[in-house]
């Protein structure tokens, strides 16, 4: 499979679960309620504008043309995540969704490593029409296994950063690392270095 092929099936497997309108929506609700918070001081009123900020994304999608079921990911997320911080009045616990998603992740890419089937190579098995091809190739099985590594230490990184900040209810850093270490940017680096380390591997024959 040429890397032109590989780029574009990975360009609409990105499309199919939403492409830039799905990381905007999670970038979006965790800002919103961020700076809604600080605003009001208020932690009803920022998880309700939150809220609303992502109901409003999930309108524009479905009015030009989005799959319904893409939006109502993120609405349910932001929802989770609304409802406990409303119910607990503590602005912090907005954030425990992300907390959990990145320490839960962490610990299935790592299982996934010990049992030797890296997460990343099933999904790219999958997205390459190799299927499980792939693991009667040491040298591809390496990749994988490394690309799923690199996820992991990005969960490792997050989970360090996030768990403190939780514990500690420091809602400006827990809602910028949130963001950033936990959210679309760390996992673009993840893409990438992804990229770079198969972007040369050939096609395994089936």
């Not at 524009?60 to 989770?80: F, S």
């Not at 950033?180 to 198969?198: E, F, K, Q, S």
């Amino acid at each position: 499979m040429s890397l032109g092929m590989l780029s574009r099936k990975s360009l609409s497997l990105f499309s199919a679960i939403g492409g830039w309108r799905t990381v905007a929506e999670g970038v979006a609700s965790r800002a919103l309620f961020l700076v809604a918070y600080l605003v009001t001081g208020q932690v009803l009123t920022a998880a309700l504008v939150a809220v609303g900020g992502v109901v409003v994304l999930a309108v524009v999608r479905l009015c030009t043309g989005g799959k319904a079921w893409q939006p109502a990911i993120g609405l349910i997320v932001v929802g989770v995540s609304a409802l406990l911080a409303g119910s607990t009045g503590q602005a912090a616990d907005f954030y425990l969704v992300a907390v959990l998603w990145q320490a839960g992740g962490g610990v299935l890419f790592l299982v996934s490593m010990l049992v030797g089937w890296p997460m990343i190579g099933l999904v790219m098995g999958k997205l390459r029409g190799d299927r499980l091809a792939w693991r009667r190739d040491r040298p591809q099985r390496r990749r994988y296994h490394l690309c799923t590594a690199v996820f992991l230490a990005k969960f490792v990184i997050a989970t360090a950063a996030l768990v403190p900040l939780y514990a500690a209810e420091a809602v400006v850093p827990l809602g910028v690392a949130a963001t950033l270490v936990g959210g679309a940017p760390a996992t673009g680096v993840c893409v990438y270095l992804c990229w770079r380390i198969l972007r040369e591997a050939p096609r395994v024959s089936q």
